[in-house]
């Protein structure tokens, strides 16, 4: 009540300014009954440091979220925020990005994209659901997803450190023909130093079970998803759901090329390199990878 009173004398007494009149304020405040320090000390009043420090929060969670090329939720945020020293609960950050009109990109479920190849149970699943290998180069994993662009689907195979999470090698291919699986095998092969026994998991798509396949990663203990049951592979699955959830389906792709510079700033630029991921104690795989490796 008292504020609605000091705001009438405030326009009262810049009308009067207008007009060019003079006007008696502690003689206006006199006859409402409140106080002239109180109405000076309204006049010059500042916001709560609450609601300051609400909009200086947002302002940090605006530039969290834009570097995350918008697809950081409140959890990432948070961790983030608490990086920089700030104080601050998950649920709210939730809030104030309610508040402010921004969220994460939903993920969609994920859905198989090979096929069994009827090969008996001697493919067998060494990796048996172990998700948290406790050095680089103990466990990948590897599989196709498919990208559809204006000119045709394109086919992307992934090779993961299931360590740091980390896409150790990558290609881009117009076929699902299994000369691109080999060569992304050995790009993985020739970009790190393997020095002890090494899982490689993959589902049992035919281009995983084949003799070439085996061969190339002839060093290597093959692991197989069970069948009909993607669950396995999921670390890699999830992956190819992401880049298509956070990056490639938030544009129409109008060809191979595009689709590559597309996969490459994701990758190369952006997720290896940048993007936290809570498997990581909420750093990048490389910066996962480099504090393991300064402990070590």
């Not at 697809?71 to 104030?96: H, M, S």
């Not at 994460?104 to 060494?126: E, G, M």
């Not at 129409?252 to 990758?267: C, M, N, S, T, V």
């Amino acid at each position: 009540m008292t504020s609605a009173i000091y705001q009438a004398v405030k326009v009262q007494t810049e009308v009067a300014e207008f007009e060019h009149r003079r006007i008696s304020v502690s003689g206006v405040l006199s006859e409402l009954g409140v106080s002239r320090s109180g109405y000076f000390a309204w006049q010059h009043h500042t916001p709560a440091e609450t609601a300051m420090r609400a909009e200086r929060i947002k302002a940090e969670i605006q530039d969290i979220y834009d570097a995350s090329k918008q697809n950081y939720g409140a959890p990432k945020i948070a961790e983030e925020l608490r990086k920089k020293g700030e104080a601050i609960a998950e649920r709210t950050v939730g809030k104030y990005m309610h508040e402010m009109g921004i969220q994460a990109q939903w993920v969609r479920p994920y859905t198989i994209t090979t096929r069994d190849s009827d090969l008996s149970a001697k493919l067998q699943n060494i990796l048996d659901e172990n998700f948290n290998p406790e050095h680089p180069n103990s466990v990948w994993c590897t599989d196709i997803t498919y990208i559809w662009t204006i000119d045709g689907f394109v086919y992307l195979t992934s090779v993961m450190d299931l360590f740091s999470r980390k896409i150790i090698a990558w290609t881009l291919s117009d076929t699902m023909e299994l000369k691109w699986v080999l060569s992304t095998i050995e790009a993985a092969k020739n970009r790190r130093y393997i020095d002890k026994p090494l899982i490689l998991h993959s589902d049992r798509g035919s281009q995983f079970v084949s003799k070439e396949y085996q061969k190339a990663a002839v060093q290597m203990q093959l692991s197989y998803s069970k069948k009909a049951y993607p669950w396995d592979n999921a670390c890699i699955e999830s992956f190819h759901s992401l880049i298509k959830r956070e990056w490639l389906h938030r544009v129409k792709i109008r060809d191979y090329g595009h689709a590559y510079r597309l996969i490459f700033e994701y990758i190369e630029t952006f997720y290896n390199t940048v993007r936290s991921h809570s498997h990581c104690n909420y750093l990048s795989p490389n910066e996962y990878e480099n504090k393991y490796r300064f402990a070590n």
